[in-house]
């Protein structure tokens, strides 16, 4: 190799070498005939000095300023030089090259770049124009040093994570990117066969099935970083093509399966941090988290619980909390204590202040909200007169109450009330500034339902996926099922379970979620049948990697994490995908063209 050292490696120590330096042109500025220049690559930025006026280098001066005159921003250039201190003064504290620059005594360029559609400076001094530019010239965008850093850091998890599976047994095996759909909830991209026209493949929505074929062959720990596929309706922050950290065990239960995790992420924790990370992680029953924090996701690194006050004020004469009573509705109150609201002596929730709350609220389809403030003298709010003296010490009580705390209560339909009450616990933290960014807080989520029903058909849908293992009897009410999601403030980082490893039982399952025999054969038979053939009980989870990483590094969005990523919308601005396909090659696969613009509606008809 030419280059001698990377644009993040020059310091004092090397002062004086001849160095040879390639990268790439981010600035250049002439300062009275001496031209500097920031040369960047993906470790670092070092200065180079150009001084016409210079003797020392013996450098063809006429050759240098020829080649310089094509160093235009974002050109791949090399250069050879000598490294000097930098003039007392001049030195750049926050770049770690920044004691040092490279005196040019050759200068040459690789690759001249077109003027880049936007600055690559650094995020916080220069202005990052919107995400579609940057994702149109992705290449450029991950010049950036924080897109370098989040793929490091990625890599680096990665790396950590492989290093511990392998250290456990567990052996990494690639399953088929063209399948039989695999059920996680999602409707599946498809892929159609040209030598069987007709017919068609699957994207995996995740490894589900074949993993757990894997455990029928004995392969008794598998991992992948594997790549899974959804076609959902765009999110705010998901893709239609996501990583995840895949895994499966053998003869296991729950608790082996949440213990191994544990130890994977205290190992990546060492490795990445060099910080003892504490586990086992807290436990928290799913009926635990929706009534208390109104999430299956809960931030726990603070308090604000709901609590349930339907019972002690279900005699008060209020017009409101009759009516919502009246339809079966519940109240909960959150007590905003005042140690979480004074600074400096200052309420942070001044009149001004509940009435952006009130209207919070209302916005997620609640009427509206009831607050009481606890006064030296007791509660007092205009609507503590429907309560008699024993119900407002009872609430107290309940509430846990003091002076100065504030009450908020929600009444509505249960469902309702919960998810709001979730909400409005997530801004009042966030409002009053209760929450350590650095501060990462793991849980599990235990103690799920095995089904959820669609409030809007009334269907009855796999809380997880369909080969969750139940943990009651199946002709009850509300079924429990072994599965489980690791929770790290305020976001599910990934789902686990135990299997059915018994064909009879997930055929039964199948049944329960609507499924008709035939339905289940044609689209379950084969995985029914290998059932049968002494599967081990087993079981697994999948990490979502790229929103860990996202949340790790505090980026907003998953986007910023993954290399190339789709927009918003699905598409990807790089290439141009999805596009429309030439006639001849959906002739070729048999798939009827449709050129939607063409189509009239009254044809049709
Ligand atoms: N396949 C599941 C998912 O993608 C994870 C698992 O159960 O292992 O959520």
């Known amino acids: ?170 052996v990494e095996v690639e399953t088929p990117m063209l399948t039989k759909s695999t059920p996680e909830g999602a409707r599946d991209f498809i892929v159609p066969s040209r030598v069987h026209p007709g017919t068609f493949y699957a994207l995996p929505q995740s490894p589900q099935l074949f993993k757990q074929m894997l455990m029928m062959g004995s392969m008794d720990r598998y991992y992948q970083v594997a790549r899974c596929f959804r076609d959902e309706d765009s999110r705010a922050d998901r893709q239609p093509e996501f990583t995840q950290l895949d895994m499966e065990m053998s003869f296991v239960d729950m608790k082996d399966i949440q213990e191994m995790i544990e130890g994977l992420v205290v190992h990546i924790w060492k490795k990445i941090y060099n910080k003892k990370l504490k586990a086992p992680f807290r436990r928290i029953s799913f009926d635990e988290a929706m009534n208390k924090y109104g999430s299956d996701k809960p931030d726990l690194r603070y308090g604000l619980p709901m609590v349930h006050i339907t019972d002690i004020v ?117 409002d009053l500034g209760l929450t350590d960014p650095d501060d990462f807080l793991f849980a599990w989520l235990v103690d799920c339902p095995m089904f959820e029903t669609d409030p809007a058909s009334g269907k009855k849908d796999a809380f997880h996926h369909p080969f969750v293992m139940p943990t009651t009897p199946l002709d009850i009410e509300n079924v429990g099922g072994a599965s489980f999601d690791l929770i790290l403030n305020g976001s599910e980082l990934g789902s686990g379970s135990q299997r059915i490893h018994d064909p009879e039982v997930q055929r039964k399952i199948f049944k329960m979620l609507g499924l008709s025999d035939q339905k289940i054969e044609t689209d379950f038979g084969f995985f029914l049948e290998a059932l049968g053939y002494g599967a081990p009980p087993h079981g697994g989870i999948a990490l979502g990697l790229d929103r860990v990483i996202s949340i790790l590094l505090h980026r907003e969005t998953i986007r910023d994490v993954i290399a190339f990523p789709k927009n918003k919308k699905g598409q990807s601005l790089l290439d141009g995908s999805p596009q429309k396909v030439d006639d001849e090659k959906l002739e070729e696969l048999q798939i009827l063209s449709i050129a939607i613009d063409d189509i009239n509606i009254e044809d049709i008809e």
């Open 1 to 170: 190799m030419r280059r001698t050292h990377n644009c993040g490696e020059l310091r004092q120590a090397d002062i004086g070498k001849k160095v040879c330096m390639q990268g790439w042109v981010r600035f250049s500025r002439d300062h009275g005939g001496v031209e500097f220049i920031d040369l960047a690559d993906a470790y670092g930025i070092t200065q180079l000095v150009f001084d016409p006026e210079d003797i020392t280098s013996g450098a063809d001066k006429n050759s240098i300023s020829e080649s310089l005159r094509s160093f235009t921003r974002e050109s791949a250039v090399s250069v050879d030089g000598i490294v000097r201190k930098r003039i007392e003064g001049t030195e750049d504290p926050k770049n770690r090259t920044g004691e040092v620059e490279v005196l040019i005594t050759k200068a040459e360029v690789l690759n001249r770049s077109k003027a880049p559609p936007f600055e690559l400076g650094d995020q916080k001094e220069g202005v990052l124009p919107g995400e579609e530019i940057r994702l149109r010239y992705r290449y450029l965008d991950l010049r950036r040093t924080e897109m370098i850093e989040a793929l490091r850091f990625r890599h680096r998890f990665i790396s950590a994570a492989r290093e511990y599976l392998d250290k456990n047994g567990f």
């Open 314 to 430: 279900k005699n008060a004469p209020y017009e409101i909390f009759q009516n919502v009573l009246s339809k079966g509705g519940a109240i909960v109150g959150l007590n905003v204590t005042s140690d979480l609201r004074m600074k400096d002596g200052e309420d942070s929730i001044g009149r001004n202040e509940i009435d952006r709350l009130i209207h919070f609220v209302k916005k997620s389809g609640l009427g509206g909200m009831t607050w009481m403030r606890a006064t030296k003298d007791g509660l007092d709010s205009n609507i503590v007169k429907y309560f008699t003296p024993d119900v407002l010490s009872e609430l107290k009580k309940e509430m846990d109450v003091k002076e100065g705390d504030l009450l908020l209560l929600l009444a509505g339909p249960k469902r309702n009330v919960l998810e709001t009450g979730g909400l409005l616990r997530k801004k009042l933290a966030e």
